[in-house]
C-alpha cells in the first residue's frame, strides 16, 4: 500500500493516465481486501493523498469503492477486541 499510490503518480505524471488508473484502482483493490481496518484506514488515507498529489478525481467507480471501504470502517473497528 505504500508503492502503488506512489507508481500510480509516477505514472499519471508522465502521461501514462491509463496505466495511473490502473494502478490506482488495484491499489484501492487490495486496500479493500485487507481484514484489517487499522491497515486500510491507512491505505486508504495514501491513496486519498496519491490522488491529491496528482490533482486527479477518482473514477466513479473506484471512488465507489473507495466510499464503500471507509463506510464499513467503523463497524470493523468495533470487532477489534
Known amino acids: 500500500m505504500i508503492n502503488l499510490p506512489l507508481l500510480a503518480e509516477a505514472c499519471h505524471q508522465i ?5 495511473a488508473q490502473n494502478t490506482w484502482a ?9 481484514p ?5 484506514s ?3 488515507a495514501r491513496i486519498w493523498i496519491s ?5 486527479v478525481v477518482p473514477e466513479e ?3 465507489n469503492l473507495l466510499a464503500q ?5 467503523p463497524l470493523a473497528y468495533s470487532k477489534i477486541r
Open 51 to 55: 490522488y491529491g498529489r496528482a490533482n
Open 42 to 44: 491507512i491505505g486508504l
Open 69 to 73: 471501504t471507509e463506510a464499513q470502517l
Open 15 to 19: 502521461g501514462e493516465n491509463a496505466l
Open 26 to 34: 488495484k491499489a484501492v483493490t487490495l486496500c479493500s481486501l485487507n
Open 61 to 63: 467507480e473506484i471512488a
Open 36 to 40: 484489517n481496518p487499522e491497515s486500510q
